[in-house]
């Protein structure tokens, strides 16, 4: 996003357009609308947004063209005229000093105005991307060995607890495999695939010489048509006996 | 001045938006004074949009039983807003509708099969 070094947190392009929205429902609100259409609504948050980039590109030429990185009072000022596109009273003296400028006076009045309806505010005094994540830290950082040693130091930190995590959630599998004896893919210490107990064991044989049929009643008779047949037949042994099927990767 | 506004847009949405256009200014007092531009620049649209509004609802007037409910609900639809920000130097052009079928636009030969 191209955020300075200073703020490693980046704001989501989803978190801001939600914000902006709602700040420019609040100032809707506060001008007389009840309703809005939510493309309209969408289209003039972009816009706000758009205005302010475009406030702070025009400071940070101006600060630029004297020299200067960090934009000031002056800087914002002058932006600030440029943007006023009716104009503004004192416009056309060139040697007009920039805090009795027009601009701000019109700003002025605006905030009189707008000082006359008091409304709650709206939203609360947060920083987004410091409330649930401080940012990550990498392992060199802070200073900790990774577990795994295939993990490098520059990566961020792992979340504390998550062997334990993943511990837990597999006794809550395994547990719920015992009560209800569903087919439920549980992960094992070494990471194969284990099937319950009492599975039938099944061979298909292609063959000639064995003919041998006898479908069994747990079936439900389904082979019958295929004892009548000839020499090439399929025949399928069932074979019940209690032993585990373990199938690896 | 500042301080007396009520500041409908946060703080940090205003850094956010001026950091990505390279304007980083440790000083708080800026970055209020782009917030209280940004929100008179909306409040200016609203209320140029907000005549437009009543400018077309007020120009029927052939019985009052229709005028009374239209004012109730004021409603900001994307005409009324392209007007006003016509005016702020913003070109805003919403098609009102899609195409209707898959085959609209395309050349009448390959429509009929």
């Given at each position: 996003m191209g955020t300075p070094a200073k703020h490693p947190r980046a704001v989501p392009r989803h978190l801001q357009a939600a914000v902006s929205t709602v700040s420019t429902a609040q100032i809707l609100r506060s001008s007389g609308y009840s309703a809005a259409e939510p493309t309209a609504l969408r289209a003039?948050?972009?816009?706000?947004?758009?205005?302010?980039a475009s406030l702070g590109r025009a400071a940070a030429a101006f600060a630029e063209a004297r020299g200067r990185t960090e934009p000031n009072v002056a800087d914002a000022v002058l932006a600030l005229e440029d943007h006023a596109l009716g104009g503004f009273p004192g416009a056309s003296d060139p040697t007009r000093p920039l805090l009795c400028s027009g601009a701000l006076a019109e700003l002025a009045q605006f905030v009189a105005a707008v000082r006359?309806?008091?409304?709650?505010?709206?939203?609360?005094?947060?920083?987004?991307?410091?409330?649930?994540?401080?940012?990550?830290?990498?392992?060199?950082?802070?200073?900790?060995?990774?577990?795994?040693?295939?993990?490098?130091?520059?990566?961020?930190?792992?979340?504390?607890?998550?062997?334990?995590?993943?511990?837990?959630?597999?006794?809550e599998a395994a547990?719920?495999?015992?009560?209800?004896?569903?087919?439920?893919?549980?992960?094992?210490?070494?990471g194969k695939r284990g099937m319950?107990?009492?599975?039938?064991?099944?061979?298909?044989?292609l063959g000639q010489k064995r003919q041998r049929v006898k479908p069994s009643d747990k079936h439900g008779g389904a082979f019958e048509p295929f004892t009548k047949q000839g020499e090439n037949s399929l025949s399928i042994e069932c074979i019940s006996s209690a032993s585990n099927l373990v199938i690896g990767p | 001045m500042l301080g007396s506004v009520v500041r409908k847009i946060p703080d940090e949405l205003v850094e956010h938006y001026l950091g990505r256009s390279g304007f980083h200014c440790p000083d708080l007092r800026l970055t209020r004074?782009?917030?209280?531009?940004?929100?008179?620049?909306?409040?200016?649209?609203?209320?140029?949009?907000?005549?437009?509004?009543k400018a077309r609802v007020a120009a029927p007037?052939?019985?009052?039983?229709?005028?009374?409910?239209?004012?109730k609900r004021l409603v900001l639809?994307?005409?009324?807003?392209?007007?006003?920000?016509?005016?702020?130097?913003?070109?805003?052009?919403?098609?009102?509708?899609?195409?209707?079928?898959?085959?609209?636009?395309?050349?009448?030969?390959?429509?009929?099969?």
């Open positions: 003039l948050s972009d816009i706000a947004g758009r205005y302010i006359e309806v008091p409304f709650a505010k709206p939203l609360p005094r947060r920083d987004p991307g410091c409330g649930s994540s401080d940012g990550w830290e990498s392992f060199a950082a802070a200073g900790r060995e990774p577990r795994l040693r295939h993990v490098p130091q520059w990566l961020p930190c792992f979340p504390e607890g998550w062997e334990e995590q993943l511990r837990v959630r597999c006794q547990n719920d495999e015992k009560d209800t004896g569903q087919v439920v893919t549980v992960m094992n210490g070494n319950p107990e009492n599975r039938e064991k099944l061979s298909f044989l | 004074l782009v917030a209280v531009a940004t929100q008179k620049f909306l409040s200016d649209i609203a209320s140029d949009s907000l005549q437009h509004c007037i052939k019985d009052n039983k229709s005028k009374q409910p239209k004012d639809t994307m005409d009324d807003l392209s007007k006003a920000l016509r005016e702020h130097g913003v070109n805003l052009k919403h098609p009102e509708y899609f195409a209707d079928s898959p085959s609209a636009g395309m050349a009448p030969s390959t429509r009929e099969e």
